[in-house]
């Protein structure tokens, strides 16, 4: 029996994708967004150990309204039901419609346009995953990308010898 070793990687060629100034333009005005608000983006499932609620709190808590949170993602893959919890994130946003914007579900060849769009990215996971794809996505995209000190990913990040 011969084992196999798939190891986790992404097609640099959908993320490094640069875009043109109108079409972030475009994504923010279609969001509400405007060219001087701060946009921190989050990108994946909108459940409970990804830390989005969090997320979307501690922006709240900043007393400056130009900085604002785009979630990008669904519960799951595209057409998943909505959940109790992406239920509340979303009624979060609508509260909050003027810092908190919920895309819902964006193809995935699509999310540069997205990650092109925002200033810097924020993985906030409260939990020990096994690897999130999102950040090598970001960092593909040369976005700058803060993430929770947790899971996989960091034995990949000292392996590349990247700053922590």
């Given at each position: 029996?011969?084992?196999?070793?798939?190891?986790?990687?992404?097609?640099?060629?959908?993320?490094?994708?640069?875009?043109?100034?109108?079409?972030?333009?475009?994504?923010?005005?279609?969001?509400?967004?405007?060219?001087?608000?701060?946009?921190?983006?989050?990108?994946?499932?909108?459940?409970?150990?990804?830390?989005?609620?969090?997320?979307?709190?501690?922006?709240?808590?900043?007393?400056?309204?130009?900085?604002?949170v785009?979630?990008?993602?669904?519960?799951?893959?595209?057409?998943?039901?909505?959940?109790?919890?992406?239920?509340?994130?979303?009624?979060?946003a609508?509260?909050?419609?003027?810092?908190?914007v919920?895309?819902?579900?964006?193809?995935?060849?699509?999310?540069?346009?997205?990650?092109?769009s925002?200033?810097?990215?924020?993985?906030?996971?409260?939990?020990e995953?096994?690897?999130?794809?999102?950040?090598?996505?970001?960092?593909?995209?040369?976005?700058?990308?803060?993430?929770?000190?947790?899971?996989?990913?960091?034995?990949?990040?000292?392996?590349?010898?990247?700053?922590?």
């Amino acid at each position: 029996m011969s084992i196999l070793v798939l190891k986790n990687r992404i097609d640099l060629s959908k993320f490094a994708k640069n875009i043109h100034f109108k079409e972030k333009s475009e994504i923010r005005r279609k969001l509400g967004l405007s060219l001087d608000d701060f946009v921190i983006i989050y990108c994946g499932r909108v459940i409970k150990v990804k830390g989005v609620k969090e997320l979307i709190e501690a922006v709240l808590s900043i007393d400056n309204p130009k900085i604002k949170v785009m979630i990008v993602g669904s519960s799951d893959f595209k057409g998943a039901k909505m959940t109790d919890y992406q239920s509340s994130i979303c009624n979060m946003a609508a509260q909050h419609k003027d810092r908190v914007v919920f895309t819902g579900y964006i193809d995935n060849m699509n999310l540069y346009l997205y990650h092109k769009s925002a200033d810097i990215a924020v993985v906030p996971s409260i939990c020990e995953e096994a690897f999130n794809i999102a950040i090598l996505e970001f960092l593909a995209s040369g976005i700058p990308t803060i993430a929770t000190r947790s899971g996989g990913w960091l034995k990949w990040v000292r392996q590349q010898q990247l700053c922590l």
